[in-house]
């Protein structure tokens, strides 16, 4: 079946969301949906829902998706074939002045896939950065904003998995947007290459985007960032501001008491102008994160650009999701430019700057001090540390909770 949706800028004032009802017989093995508009400068989401939620979410990405019981295409989530009402999803991010006309071509019946690429090889990770640390704790290298084929992103997750590791990181956050299609297959790629998988989803919408950690289940993109965070406590997650100066997604949606965590150093940032920090000291001093952003090769930053630092209590290095999850919302993390960087850390009750020679920290209360030797500590202060070099680029960000 074919249907044709003129849509306008009026339509999108009333709602960016709509929908497009159609019918699924009992016994139906699969559904299949194409898109296409004829839009110059629109930008149309694609989404579907069955007859009881989400069943995906492929944002401008994808023209073509099938869901069927045991498979869908990635961004989907495979399930029971439900009969009833279904919806597919049109999301009017941008529409053209003149307006736009979607097409969609909906199909029931036998599902047809892609065929499967082989894994890629393992990686070959680096060795181990070992940060000075409290007795019983370690600091782990993390990337808290990664995307993959799932949604928006070029490499599957065992590529993208793989390029982190080979980088040297050691928890990685896919954070697909507006969606958890990926996290079913997290623990296996977590195995098959050696690397902490943390389940995130980006909620994304125009008006802003935030991270929820966890294996908490989806996210309302289209609900109030109030119900946004009150699902993610409620199930046990964490919810983290994204970019929050990072055109054209920065944030501009209101900020409700108990959101306490922000990806301050985003990869967009130029490290020379000092707005993240400004919006850090303005916004309520949330527990600052980074996040590359990943979503290919040659665009945004690599895995670990900016590298988070999460000091968490282990034995020989095995830590679970639960205790990463504890150690953020605890505020016990550190940010540097890459995995190699010069790092800012807490070291019980002092601050101390590795690998910092010839930069200038700055502490809470804007004290300077210049960084003469390889590790360098001073008396701790409860705030956010910045390390500068002598060109005035930011190279790290410390924290004390």
Same mark, same amino acid.
């Given at each position: 079946?074919?249907?044709?949706h ?5 339509d !999108? ?11 699924v017989?009992?016994?139906t ?5 194409g898109?296409?508009?004829? #839009? ?9 829902f ?10 401008? *990405? ?8 045991n498979k ?6 495979? +399930?029971?074939?439900r009969?009833?009402?279904?919806f ?6 941008? =529409? ?8 969609v071509?909906? *199909?029931?019946?036998?599902p047809?896939?892609?065929?499967v690429?082989d !894994?890629?090889? !393992?990686?070959?990770?680096p ?12 600091w782990f290298p993390?990337d808290f ?5 799932h949604?928006?992103?070029k490499?599957?997750l ?23 299609s990926?996290?079913?297959h997290?623990?296996e ?8 998988l943390?389940?995130g989803?980006? =909620? ?9 950690? #966890? ?6 993109y289209?609900e ?17 501001i994204n ?5 054209p ?8 008491? +108990? ?17 993240p920090?400004?919006?850090w000291?303005?916004?309520g !001093? ?6 590359s952003?990943?979503?290919?090769? +040659?665009s945004?930053?690599?895995? #670990? ?6 000091e968490i ?6 830590i679970?999701?639960?205790q ?10 550190a940010?540097?430019a890459?995995?190699t ?5 807490p ?13 200038i ?5 804007s004290?300077k ?8 500590t001073f008396?701790? *202060? ?9 060109s ?5 960000? #410390?924290?004390?909770?």
């Amino acid at each position: 079946m074919q249907s044709k949706h003129f849509y306008t800028q009026a339509d !999108r004032a009333d709602s960016i969301y709509q929908y497009v009802p159609f019918e699924v017989p009992i016994g139906t093995e699969a559904v299949t949906i194409g898109m296409r508009h004829d #839009g110059v400068l629109s930008i149309i989401d694609l989404g579907l829902f069955d007859t009881i939620g989400f069943r995906g979410w492929s944002g401008s *990405e994808r023209n073509h998706v099938v869901v069927s019981s045991n498979k869908a295409t990635p961004g989907y989530l495979p +399930g029971p074939i439900r009969s009833g009402t279904w919806f597919v999803s049109i999301g009017l991010h941008k =529409v053209d002045n003149e307006g736009v006309t979607v097409e969609v071509t909906i *199909e029931l019946g036998k599902p047809i896939f892609p065929k499967v690429v082989d !894994r890629p090889p !393992r990686p070959n990770r680096p060795p181990r950065r070992e940060l000075p640390a409290r007795r019983g704790f370690r600091w782990f290298p993390a990337d808290f904003h990664t995307h993959s084929t799932h949604s928006d992103g070029k490499l599957s997750l065992d590529e993208l998995a793989s390029l982190a590791a080979s980088r040297g990181l050691e928890l990685l956050a896919v954070t697909d947007h507006n969606t958890t299609s990926h996290h079913a297959h997290l623990a296996e790629t977590a195995k098959y290459v050696g690397i902490n998988l943390i389940a995130g989803q980006e =909620v994304t919408t125009d008006s802003g985007h935030a991270n929820a950690f #966890g294996e908490i289940g989806w996210i309302d993109y289209r609900e109030a960032t109030e119900k946004w965070l009150s699902e993610t406590k409620n199930r046990g997650g964490l919810l983290s501001i994204n970019h929050p100066l990072a055109a054209p997604c920065a944030w501009t949606r209101d900020i409700p008491r +108990g959101i306490s965590i922000s990806e301050i150093w985003h990869s967009s940032w130029d490290q020379v102008g000092d707005e993240p920090i400004k919006w850090w000291n303005d916004h309520g !001093r949330p527990i600052p994160i980074g996040g590359s952003d990943f979503h290919r090769l +040659g665009s945004d930053g690599l895995p #670990g650009d900016p590298t988070t630092w999460v000091e968490i209590k282990c034995e020989e290095n095995e830590i679970t999701q639960a205790q990463v999850l504890e150690a953020l919302q605890a505020g016990r993390v550190a940010v540097s430019a890459n995995p190699t960087a010069p790092v800012v850390i807490p070291i019980e009750d002092e601050i101390g700057v590795q690998g910092g020679e010839g930069c200038i920290l700055t502490t809470p209360s804007s004290g300077k001090k210049i960084i003469r030797k390889d590790l360098e500590t001073f008396a701790g *202060e409860v705030g956010l540390y910045t390390l500068q070099d002598s060109s005035g680029k930011y190279q790290a960000l #410390g924290y004390i909770s």
